[in-house]
C-alpha cells in the first residue's frame, strides 16, 4: 500500500515512522523548507532557543522511551527543578511532587484537606464530556480549580480552563480510569522532563533521517478522489497518487484540504479553533534563586496576558553561553492582554516586578507562534468524532488536536495508531 502524508513535523514523520516498521514506506510532504513545523531548535548567538516545546515527559518502558531508543535519540535529563505559581504579588513554590502540594503556601488548610479525599471520589462515567475546570472541582475541590489549575493551563494551553474540555489533557481521563487521579499516577509512574542533546529539534531531524521519502517544500493545495479507490494529491508542482493519504496538519489546513471531498469532516475541523502566542527569549546575569529553577507560571488574573517564564538554560545548559541566563516567557495566548506587553520593555517591566533582582537582558529575541496551539473547547470530542466519522476511505487525520497537546500524548498516540 502506498501512503503520502502530508505534514512533516513530529506527528507525520513519527507517523511515517511506524509505518515504515510495519513494512509500510511512506512518502512525507513537508510545506516548509525544514521539518519539524513549530519543533525546532534555532540559533542564537553561541546557543540556541526552542521555537516550540522546551522537553518532553519522559518515562521508561513508554511511548517516548521506546521511540528514542529505536531511533537512537540521547537526552539529558535535568531533574525536577523547582518552580512557582505567581500569585498575590509574589512567587509561590509548588512543589514538583503531587503529594508534596500539601505542604505549599499557594492553597489553605481547606483546599488541602479537600484535596486528600481525591482517592474516594467515585468515578465518573467518561460521558458526556465534562469541562475542564468542572473535572478538577469534581476530584480535587473547587479551591484547586480555582487557585491552582488556571496557571497550570495556562502554562501548558494558553487558555483558561473554564472554556476547556477535559479532553484538553487526554492523562486526567486515563487516570480517573484506574479509579482515583493518585492510583493512575501511582501505578503508572511519575514522568521526567528531559530533553534530547541539542534540543527538541533533534527529534523531527532523527526522525526524518531514517525515512526513505521526506520532501521539504511542498505545500498540498488539492486533494482529489480516483475512480479505483486511490487519492490524487497535487502541490508545489508535483502530482502522487496513493492508496492512502494520511493529514497530518493542523485542523484549519486540513479543513481546507478535506472541504471538496469530505464537507462534513472539514465543517467539524475548521470549527477547532487555535491559540496563538508570543515569545520572549531573553539573556541575563544568573540570579541564584533561579539557577536550579524550572520557571515560573502566572495565575491569570494577575497575569494580565503574560503566563510565565521558563529557564532553558537549566533545563538545556547549552541554550545560552556560559556565564548567562536563558529565560523563555509567554505572552498572549487566548487572554486579553495589556498594551504594554506588545513591546519587550513592557514585559521586561512585568518580569522585573516578580524578580527584582533580574538584570538588564545581554540579548532579546521575539517570536510569534500563529495559531501554533490547538484549544479544545467545549464540544472538542464531538468535533474529533465528527471529523473522523466523516472521513473517506484512504485518508485519515492526525494531529496534536487529535492526540493531545504535549509531545507525549503526540507519540503515545501515534504509538497505537502506528499499529
Known amino acids: 500500500m502506498s501512503t503520502l502524508i502530508l505534514g512533516g513535523g513530529v506527528t507525520g514523520l513519527a507517523a511515517a515512522w511506524h509505518l515504515q516498521q510495519r513494512g509500510e514506506p511512506a512518502e512525507v510532504w513537508e510545506a516548509q523548507d525544514t521539518v519539524g513545523g513549530w519543533m525546532k531548535t534555532l540559533p542564537w548567538e553561541g546557543g540556541h532557543f526552542e521555537l516550540g516545546p522546551q522537553g518532553v515527559l519522559w518515562q521508561k518502558d513508554t511511548a517516548v522511551d521506546r521511540l528514542f531508543s529505536a531511533i537512537g535519540l540521547p537526552f539529558n535529563a535535568p531533574g525536577k527543578g523547582a518552580r512557582w505559581v505567581g500569585k498575590g504579588g509574589r512567587l509561590v513554590p509548588v512543589p514538583a511532587s503531587p503529594f508534596g502540594l500539601l505542604t505549599s503556601s499557594l492553597m489553605p488548610f481547606s483546599t488541602k484537606l479537600r484535596l486528600m479525599l481525591e482517592p474516594f471520589i467515585p468515578v465518573r462515567a467518561p460521558e458526556p464530556e465534562e469541562g475542564l475546570s468542572a473535572f478538577a472541582a469534581r476530584r480535587l475541590g473547587p479551591g484547586v480549580a480555582r487557585e491552582l489549575l488556571p496557571a497550570m493551563v495556562a502554562g501548558i494551553l494558553a487558555a483558561p480552563p473554564e472554556v476547556l474540555s477535559v479532553d484538553a489533557i ?9 479509579g482515583s487521579l493518585v492510583n493512575g499516577v501511582r501505578k503508572g509512574g511519575v514522568s521526567h522532563m528531559v530533553v534530547p542533546v541539542g534540543g527538541m529539534g533533534q527529534l523531527p531531524i532523527k526522525l526524518a533521517a531514517q525515512l526513505p521519502a521526506v520532501h521539504t517544500g511542498i505545500r498540498a493545495t488539492a486533494l482529489e478522489a480516483l475512480p479505483d479507490g486511490r487519492w490524487r494529491t497535487t502541490g508545489g508542482g508535483e502530482v502522487r497518487e496513493s492508496d492512502r493519504v494520511v493529514l497530518a496538519l493542523p485542523a484549519y489546513e486540513a479543513a481546507a484540504l478535506l472541504a471538496p471531498a469530505a ?6 475541523l475548521a470549527a477547532i479553533p487555535y491559540t496563538t502566542v508570543d515569545l520572549w527569549h531573553s539573556r541575563h546575569t544568573p540570579l541564584p534563586q533561579l539557577k536550579d529553577g524550572f520557571g515560573f507560571l502566572i495565575h491569570p488574573p494577575e497575569g494580565g496576558g503574560y503566563l510565565g517564564s521558563l529557564v532553558p538554560s537549566w533545563m538545556d545548559p ?9 529565560l523563555r516567557s509567554f505572552v498572549g495566548g487566548a487572554f486579553p492582554r495589556g498594551a504594554d506587553l506588545d513591546r519587550w520593555e513592557g514585559l521586561f517591566a512585568r518580569l522585573r ?15 510569534r507562534a500563529e495559531r501554533a496551539i490547538p484549544r479544545p473547547e467545549m464540544g472538542h470530542r464531538g468535533r474529533v468524532k465528527a471529523a473522523l466519522a466523516g472521513l473517506p476511505a484512504g485518508v485519515d487525520w492526525i494531529s496534536n488536536a487529535r492526540f493531545g497537546p504535549g509531545v507525549r500524548d503526540i507519540l503515545e498516540g501515534l504509538e497505537t495508531w502506528g499499529k
Open 318 to 326: 547549552q541554550s545560552a553561553p556560559a556565564g548567562l541566563m536563558q
Open 353 to 367: 516586578g516578580w524578580i527584582p533582582e533580574l538584570s538588564d537582558p545581554a540579548a532579546v529575541r521575539h517570536e
Open 170 to 178: 487526554p492523562k486526567l481521563l486515563q487516570w480517573e480510569a484506574t
Open 263 to 268: 464537507p462534513v469532516s472539514a465543517e467539524a
